[in-house]
């Protein structure tokens, strides 16, 4: 018998699925897939991330006495090649993304697939309420966890030292340069393995719950782009802060826990990755040009421009700044956010599906447990409560460097200086806020 262990969302050899359930002669692989990479930019810096991360991977392997066969093609191709070789069947952890459902259930037409649950701690399908139907609200899912957030620690998967590589061709690593890429320089918290980052943080922690909402401050874990291509799992994380055994520990690990509810919700309303999952009928405002000026940064608010520019030259954004712009394309412009989590998709580093999704419903008051629609964040009450001084924005936009700081919470106030170049703002807040509360109330009425 020999297996194929397919690394995908789970680049680690510490609590691995696969590497536990897999027996005697293994082949592990990771195919770049072309047909993900066709569709992304050259100079997309996360694919030197996940470039690098693959070698790290196979020096992992090599440390424990096995290697790492790295393809560049679709995975169908490599599939039936591999079949033809000999192996008898595939192993990997579950991808519960749509695009990898129906590669995965091509691939089983080829070779037996048996899926192992890692980048999750928890799996959808086996927790349902009392009456049998799904969670919807994030509170009592929450709650009704509490067998496992309770525990001082989830057992952590142990990889079977009886395993033995065949003997296959592992040196033909293709180069970023084959795989269509150019290198990216990457940002410093890229360049730190995720425990580092979690010793970092852990120096912080105590003031995680008042300080996580200033983005002008660090005071977040930077962990999600890690977890996401599973350099490290969330039981890892789990275990870590739970060793603690305090309250700013535990505060920190219930939003890990948001990560798995939206996972969830799109495990269990797979609809909602394409449309509301409240199934409000929404008429939403096709005008291009407050679009590309969101996408830009150019729409005449100071608080949104500077998030839009940063997310543009970096790939992060702080998860108020997140809240903020989605509410504003959404509300105040009115724009479907299907085209917002779009954007996000191709500039977040740390771009998740469900957490993307789930994210965007919320703003857009759309989702599950989601935003109430008369929430209308107010983006200058926001710039204003946190980052009072402009230490943020100042950075980001470095014409408004001069600028009291108070000109930016208020409406039209950057671009009242005639001495600065800084755009009127494209909409009226008040104005706009008041008419997206009618839209929804009269969509609501329309639904029941
Ligand atoms: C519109 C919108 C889009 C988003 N898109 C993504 C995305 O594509 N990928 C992504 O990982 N997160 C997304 N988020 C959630 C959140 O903004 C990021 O997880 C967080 O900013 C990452 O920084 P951190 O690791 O320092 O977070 P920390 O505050 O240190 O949180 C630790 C971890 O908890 C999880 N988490 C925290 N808050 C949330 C949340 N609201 N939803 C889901 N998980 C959460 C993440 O895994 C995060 O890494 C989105 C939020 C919004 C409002």
Known sequence: MSQILWFRRDLRISDNAILCNAKEKVLPIFIFDKNILQSLPKDDTRVTFLYKSVLKLKNQLKSIGLDLAIFYDEPLNVFKDLKQKGFDEVLCSVDFDSYAKKRDEQIEQVLPLRRFLDSFILNPNEHLKKDGTPYKVFTPFYKSLKMITSSSSIEALKTNEKLEKVAFDYEKTPSLEQIGFEAQNLPDFLKKDAFDLLDDFKKKIHNYKVDRDFFHINATSNISTHLRFGLISPKQIFNYFKAFNDENSEFFIREIFWREFYNYILVHYPYSQTSNFNKLEMTWNENEDDFQKWCEGKTGVPIIDAAMIHLNNTGTMHNRLRM???????????????????????????????????????????????????????????????????????????????????????????SSNLFVDYPKSIVDISQSRKQAIEKFKRAKNENI
Do not use: C
């Open 324 to 414: 903020v712009v989605a509410s504003f394309l959404t509300k105040n412009l009115f724009v479907d956010w299907k085209k917002g989590e779009k954007y996000f998709a191709l500039k977040l580093l740390d771009y998740e599906a469900s957490s993307n999704i789930g994210g965007w419903q919320w703003g857009a008051s759309t989702g599950a447990d989601a935003s109430p629609y008369f929430r209308v964040f107010n983006p200058y009450i926001q710039s204003k409560k946190f980052d009072k001084d402009g230490i943020f924005i100042k950075s980001v936009l470095p014409q408004l460097k001069e600028m009291d700081a108070k000109l930016f919470h208020i409406e039209n106030g950057a």
